[in-house]
C-alpha cells in the first residue's frame, strides 16, 4: 500500500464509518504530540477504561446460535482483563506504529475484537509503543451540549444527517474563531450557539 504514495504518510487513521472525524484540532494535536517527542511512535485515541475486562458468555446465552458480538470465550481469552485498548471508534497512529503492529500481529492468534486485537495485544507485542488517551474523542453516544468543535476530535455514532450538521458546526465556528474567542473554557461553539457548562 505504501508504495503508491510518493512520500510515505506520517500518520494512519482507523475510522468506524459511523464516526465523525474533526481534522484541525486532531492535526493540532498530532502536531504537539509530534514536538513533544520528534522520534516517538505512539496510539492515539481513548481508552476503554482501566483495565477493561472481558464480558463473558452468560449462561442462559450459552446454547444460543449467536451471543453478544462483544463476548469473548473463555477458549480464546481467559484473563482478568485486557491490555490498555483504545476505542474502535476511531484512533491515529504513526507509520512507525502501523509497521509494527502490523507484523506483529500476523504472529498473533485471531481475536474478534480489533480494537482490542489491534490497540491492545498488538501494542503490547510492540514493547514500549506508548498508547495515548484524550477525552477529545467521545467514543460514546453524545449530544449537542456534549460536543465542542473547536476542540474535540471525534464523535462516534452519527448517522450521514449529524455528520452534516457537525461538519456544518465546525465550518461556522471555525469561521468565527475571534467572535467566540470572548468565550474562554468550558465555554463550547456548535453552530449559531455558544454554551457554557455550569463549573459551580
Not at 500518520?11 to 509530534?34: I, R
Not at 449462561?59 to 473463555?74: I, L, M, Q, Y
Not at 482478568?80 to 500481529?105: D, E, F, N, V
Not at 480489533?114 to 467521545?138: K, M, Y
Request: glycine letters at 6%; hydrophobic letters at 35%.
Amino acid at each position: 500500500m505504501l508504495s503508491n504514495f510518493q512520500k510515505p504518510p506520517r500518520y494512519l487513521f482507523k475510522l468506524d464509518d459511523d464516526s465523525y472525524v474533526n481534522l484541525l484540532p486532531l492535526s493540532k494535536m498530532l502536531k504537539q504530540l509530534e514536538r513533544r517527542s520528534p522520534e516517538g511512535d505512539f496510539l492515539l485515541g481513548r481508552t476503554l477504561g482501566r483495565d477493561p475486562k472481558p464480558i463473558q458468555i452468560s449462561e442462559k446465552a450459552r446454547g444460543k446460535k449467536f451471543t453478544d458480538k462483544w463476548a469473548c470465550p473463555s477458549y480464546m481469552f481467559s484473563g482478568g482483563h485486557y491490555p490498555p485498548t483504545l476505542s474502535g471508534a476511531g484512533y491515529a497512529m504513526t507509520l512507525g506504529a502501523a509497521r509494527c503492529l502490523y507484523q506483529k500481529l500476523l504472529l498473533l492468534p485471531f481475536f474478534h475484537l480489533e480494537d482490542v486485537f489491534v490497540t491492545g495485544f498488538g501494542a503490547q507485542e510492540c514493547s514500549g509503543l506508548p498508547v495515548i488517551t484524550t477525552n477529545r474523542f467521545w467514543n460514546v453516544p453524545s449530544t449537542l451540549k456534549h460536543m465542542d468543535t473547536r476542540n474535540d476530535i471525534l464523535f462516534h455514532y452519527k448517522d450521514s444527517d449529524a455528520k452534516r450538521l457537525i461538519f456544518k458546526a465546525c465550518i461556522f465556528c471555525l469561521q468565527n474563531v475571534a467572535r467566540f474567542s470572548q468565550f474562554p473554557p468550558p465555554c463550547r461553539c456548535f453552530s449559531s450557539i455558544v454554551w457554557c457548562r455550569n463549573t459551580t
